[in-house]
C-alpha cells in the first residue's frame, strides 16, 4: 500500500503470489529479465553508477558518486560454466569455461556432480506486473558427490546451460548479500540430439555462506529472528533499487477538471484570438485588462492546441546550430506534463493538448477549500496572461509546480511575434505581473509555501556553448534522470531543447528542435482490439499509429513487448484505462520496451513521426558527442569524426597488445 497525489489517497499496488503447485494458475509468472536490462547492467561493469551500485549504496563524501568510488567499494567476477541437468535425484555437472572451447583445443577439464534440492515449502513465486520483473524466492541445498568428473559427462542429461555470469559484492563485507547477473543459454537434448537453444537472463540475490552460517547456528529463536530481521531489511533495500516499482507521484494526480466551465470557454477565446492574431495580424484580447469577457470575444469551436511543437534533432542540425551562435537558446527537456497556463482575472485555466480545461487539486494546507486554488497568486498577474509550460513535479518536495518556459501574452498585450530573446525577457523580468504587485512570483519561497498549490519556476537556459555544463546538473537515479539546478529544480528529464530566437510558431516549429536521450525515444502507439477471428487463444496484441486522412497503420509486426514489459503495460492500462502506449526500441539489443501509458493523449504518433523516431535511433547520436560538438568555439573547426576515428584505432591497439600480451603468457607457461 502506497500514499500518492495530493489528496493522500492510497493505491494498491497488485502482487500475486504464485505457487508452482497449483495446477489451477492463471497469473503469468516471468522467469529472468529483458535483454536490455542485462546489457544496461553489465554493460559498463563498474564503470558507471547503475542499480547496482545504488542497490550496495556505494556513497561519497561530497554526494557525487564518480567511478572510481564504485571501484573502491564493489568487485566484479566473471565466470562461465557449462551445466549438464536432468539425472535422476536432482543432480548435474558443472564444468568451468565453455564447452565449444574445450573441444577446440582438445582440453581435458573435470568437473564436478553435485545434487542441488530445492526446498519447495519455503519457495514463493510473486508475480508483479506493474514491476519490471517477477521475484522468486528460494531456499535450497547443495552438496557435492563427486569432485573428479571429467568430460565427457555420463549418460542421462535432459539439459545442458551455458552460463555466462556476472557476480557482485561490497568488499567490506558489510553486505550479507551477493549480486548474480546470469545470461543461461539452455540446448535441450531431445532423442540424444540438441535441439533449439533458450536463452534467459537471470538476476539472483545469494545470501553469503558466513551468513547463512550464522543464522543456522543462532543461539536461539530471538537470535534467528534479530539476524532474520536485519537481512532482510537489507534484501529489502537491494530489491527497491534493482525492481523499482514505478514511482507513485502522478501529475494527473494533482490536477483536476476545472471547475468553472465558462471560465475555461474564456481561456480558450484568448487562445482563439492568439491563432488569429499570427495570421491576421490584428490583436484584440479576449480578456479585458479587469478580467472580464471582452465584447469583442470570439470563439472556435473547432480550434486545435495552439503550443508550439517540436522536430527531433538530427545529425544534420548540429552544424545548423554550430553556425548560428546565439541564434538558439539550450535548456534540459523536461519531463513533465504541457499546458497553457491562462489568467482570466478570477481564476487559471490549464489549457491541456486537448484543450480542456484543468486547475490544480486545492493545496492541503489551504484554509478555505472553496476558494480558487491559484488563489495566492491571481491579484498579482495581469488577467489575459498566458504562459507556456510544464507541471512537473519537485522529486524532493514531493509536490507539483509549474515550469515556464515562454510567454505568449502578457496580460492585454501579445509577445509571439516577437523573437525567443524578448519573451525570455519577459520570463526573467515577469512582465505580466501587475504594476506594483508586492509578490514575486517567481519567488522560490513559494515553492516551499504549502497555501501555494501550483508554483511557478523559471526554465534554466544557456548558450550553446554551455551545454556541456547544463548536463552536468544531470544524474541517474533507480533508472530515471534527474535535473538538479538550486533548490527550485528537482525533476525529471529527457532531452535537451534548442529553442530558435524567432517568433513564436502555433503547432510544429521546424527550427524548434528536440534531442532526446537514446533510451528515451519513443513513439506513441494505440493500443487496437483483437482481430474479428481472433479465438482467445494465442497473442491478440495488437497495436498502430496513424496514417494520411485518419487511417490506421497496423505496427504489430514491427513492434513486439516481451512478455514482462507486456504483462506491466496491461497492469497500467487497466488501472489508467488509456489506449495511448508509449514505447522505445533499444537499438543495442534489439528490443522494444514498454515506458508509459499516456492518458493525456487522444490519438497516437503518425507514421511520419514514427519514421522520424526510427530514424534518429538509426543516427544513433549520443550524449558524449553532442556535449563535444556543441562545445566548440564560434568559428572553430569541428573535428568529432576526426578524434573519434584516432581513438578507436588507440583502443584497437590496446586490444592487439592485449591478446600478444596474453598469448606470450600462455606460450611462457606451456
Same mark, same amino acid.
Given at each position: 500500500?502506497?500514499?500518492?497525489?495530493?489528496?493522500?489517497?492510497?493505491?494498491?499496488?497488485?502482487?500475486?503470489?504464485?505457487?508452482?503447485?497449483?495446477?489451477? #494458475?492463471?497469473?503469468?509468472?516471468?522467469?529472468?529479465?529483458?535483454?536490455?536490462?542485462?546489457?544496461?547492467?553489465?554493460?559498463?561493469?563498474?564503470?558507471?553508477?547503475?542499480?547496482?551500485?545504488?542497490?550496495?549504496?556505494?556513497?561519497?563524501?561530497?554526494?557525487?558518486?564518480?567511478?572510481?568510488?564504485?571501484?573502491?567499494?564493489?568487485?566484479?567476477?566473471?565466470?562461465?560454466?557449462?551445466?549438464?541437468?536432468?539425472?535422476?535425484?536432482?543432480?548435474?555437472v558443472c564444468y568451468p569455461g565453455e564447452e565449444n572451447a574445450w573441444k577446440r583445443k582438445n582440453q581435458r577439464v573435470v568437473g564436478k556432480m553435485e545434487r542441488k534440492q530445492r526446498q519447495t515449502d519455503g519457495m514463493m513465486d510473486l508475480s508483479l506486473p506493474s514491476a519490471s520483473y517477477d521475484l522468486r524466492l528460494m531456499a535450497a541445498t547443495e552438496h557435492v558427490e563427486d569432485g573428479n568428473?571429467? !568430460?565427457?559427462?555420463?549418460?542421462?542429461?535432459?539439459?545442458?546451460?551455458?552460463?555466462?555470469?556476472?557476480? !557482485?559484492?561490497?568488499?567490506?563485507?558489510?553486505?550479507?548479500?551477493?549480486?548474480?547477473?546470469?545470461?543461461v543459454t539452455t540446448v535441450s537434448a531431445a532423442g540424444g540430439k540438441p535441439s533449439d537453444e533458450a536463452v534467459v537472463f537471470e538476476i539472483e540475490l545469494e545470501l553469503s555462506q558466513s551468513s547463512t552460517q550464522k543464522l543456522i547456528q543462532a543461539p536461539d529463536d530471538a537470535a534467528a529472528r534479530a539476524l532474520a530481521k536485519q537481512l532482510s531489511q537489507q534484501l529489502w533495500?537491494?530489491?527497491?533499487?534493482?525492481?523499482?516499482?514505478?514511482?507513485?507521484?502522478?501529475?494527473?494526480? !494533482?490536477?483536476?477538471?476545472?471547475?468553472?466551465?465558462?471560465?475555461v470557454k474564456v481561456a480558450l477565446a484568448q487562445c482563439n484570438h492568439m491563432k488569429k492574431f499570427l495570421s491576421t495580424k490584428e490583436w484584440s484580447s479576449a480578456i479585458t485588462s479587469d478580467g472580464q469577457p471582452s465584447p469583442t470575444i470570439s470563439h472556435n469551436k473547432t480550434l486545435k492546441f495552439i503550443?508550439?511543437?517540436?522536430?527531433?534533432?538530427?545529425?544534420?542540425?548540429?552544424?545548423?546550430?554550430?553556425?548560428?551562435?546565439?541564434d538558439y537558446f539550450l535548456s534540459e527537456k523536461t519531463d513533465g506534463v504541457r499546458y497553457l497556463m491562462i489568467f482570466t482575472g478570477k481564476t487559471v485555466v490549464l489549457v491541456d493538448r486537448r484543450n480542456e480545461g484543468k486547475q490544480p487539486v486545492p493545496a492541503p494546507s489551504a484554509k478555505d477549500t472553496n476558494a480558487d486554488p491559484m488563489a495566492p497568486l491571481i491579484p498579482h498577474v495581469?488577467?489575459?496572461?498566458?504562459?507556456?509550460?510544464?507541471?512537473?513535479?519537485?522529486?524532493?518536495?514531493?509536490?507539483?509546480?509549474?515550469?515556464?518556459?515562454?510567454?505568449?501574452?502578457?496580460?492585454?498585450?501579445?509577445?509571439?511575434?516577437?523573437?525567443?530573446?524578448?519573451?525570455?525577457?519577459?520570463?526573467?523580468?515577469?512582465?505580466?505581473?501587475?504594476?506594483?504587485?508586492?509578490?514575486?512570483?517567481?519567488?522560490?519561497?513559494?515553492?516551499?509555501?504549502?497555501?501555494?498549490?501550483?508554483?511557478?519556476?523559471?526554465?534554466?537556459?544557456?548558450?550553446?556553448?554551455?551545454?556541456?555544463?547544463?548536463?552536468?546538473?544531470?544524474?541517474?537515479?533507480?533508472?530515471?534522470?534527474?535535473?538538479?539546478?538550486?533548490?527550485?529544480?528537482?525533476? #525529471?528529464?529527457?532531452g535537451i531543447i534548442f529553442q530558435p530566437n524567432r517568433p513564436y510558431v502555433m503547432g510544429t516549429d521546424h527550427h524548434l528542435l528536440k534531442w532526446k536521450y537514446l533510451d528515451t525515444v519513443t513513439i506513441d502507439v494505440e493500443l487496437l482490439p483483437p482481430l474479428d477471428n481472433f479465438s482467445g487463444d494465442g497473442d491478440g496484441w495488437r497495436v498502430g499509429v496513424l496514417g494520411e486522412e485518419g487511417t490506421m497503420v497496423d505496427m504489430t509486426r514491427f513492434i513486439k513487448l516481451p512478455v514482462s514489459e507486456r504483462l506491466r503495460l496491461e497492469a497500467d492500462r487497466h488501472e489508467s484505462g488509456a489506449k495511448i502506449a508509449e514505447v522505445g526500441f533499444d537499438p543495442e539489443t534489439g528490443e522494444w520496451y514498454y515506458l508509459t501509458m499516456r492518458p493525456d493523449k487522444i490519438a497516437s504518433n503518425h507514421i511520419s513521426t514514427v519514421l522520424g523516431t526510427l530514424l534518429e535511433l538509426?543516427?544513433?547520436?549520443?550524449?558524449?558527442?553532442?556535449r563535444y560538438r556543441m562545445n566548440i568555439t564560434s568559428g572553430g573547426r569541428d573535428t568529432y569524426r576526426k578524434d573519434t576515428r584516432a581513438m578507436q584505432k588507440q583502443l584497437l591497439d590496446h586490444q592487439r597488445k592485449q591478446l600478444k600480451s596474453e598469448d606470450q603468457g600462455k606460450n611462457g607457461r606451456r
Open positions: 500500500m502506497v500514499t500518492v497525489g495530493a489528496d493522500k489517497k492510497q493505491v494498491l499496488a497488485n502482487a500475486f503470489f504464485c505457487s508452482s503447485s497449483d495446477n489451477q #494458475l492463471v497469473v503469468p509468472f516471468v522467469s529472468g529479465v529483458t535483454k536490455l536490462h542485462f546489457v544496461r547492467w553489465t554493460g559498463s561493469g563498474l564503470s558507471e553508477i547503475s542499480p547496482i551500485s545504488q542497490a550496495y549504496a556505494v556513497r561519497s563524501s561530497s554526494g557525487t558518486v564518480t567511478p572510481q568510488h564504485i571501484k573502491r567499494d564493489l568487485e566484479e567476477e566473471e565466470t562461465i560454466e557449462t551445466v549438464f541437468a536432468g539425472y535422476s535425484g536432482d543432480r548435474r568428473v571429467t !568430460y565427457p559427462p555420463p549418460s542421462g542429461w535432459t539439459t545442458k546451460r551455458l552460463k555466462r555470469r556476472r557476480s !557482485y559484492r561490497r568488499r567490506d563485507k558489510t553486505f550479507a548479500w551477493q549480486l548474480d547477473i546470469t545470461e533495500w537491494m530489491l527497491s533499487q534493482i525492481n523499482p516499482l514505478s514511482d507513485v507521484l502522478d501529475i494527473e494526480s !494533482y490536477l483536476r477538471e476545472h471547475s468553472d466551465p465558462a471560465a503550443g508550439c511543437m517540436p522536430i527531433n534533432f538530427s545529425r544534420h542540425n548540429i552544424e545548423e546550430v554550430q553556425r548560428s551562435d546565439g495581469q488577467p489575459g496572461t498566458v504562459l507556456d509550460g510544464e507541471v512537473v513535479i519537485h522529486r524532493q518536495l514531493r509536490r507539483p509546480m509549474f515550469i515556464v518556459f515562454d510567454v505568449m501574452c502578457c496580460g492585454q498585450t501579445p509577445l509571439v511575434q516577437y523573437p525567443f530573446g524578448e519573451r525570455r525577457k519577459a520570463i526573467e523580468n515577469a512582465s505580466f505581473r501587475k504594476k506594483g504587485a508586492a509578490v514575486d512570483v517567481f519567488d522560490p519561497a513559494l515553492l516551499k509555501n504549502p497555501s501555494i498549490a501550483l508554483p511557478l519556476i523559471r526554465k534554466n537556459f544557456v548558450a550553446r556553448t554551455a551545454l556541456d555544463n547544463l548536463l552536468s546538473h544531470v544524474s541517474e537515479e533507480k533508472g530515471l534522470r534527474l535535473y538538479r539546478y538550486g533548490e527550485t529544480h528537482h525533476h #525529471l528529464t529527457d538509426a543516427e544513433c547520436l549520443g550524449t558524449n558527442e553532442l
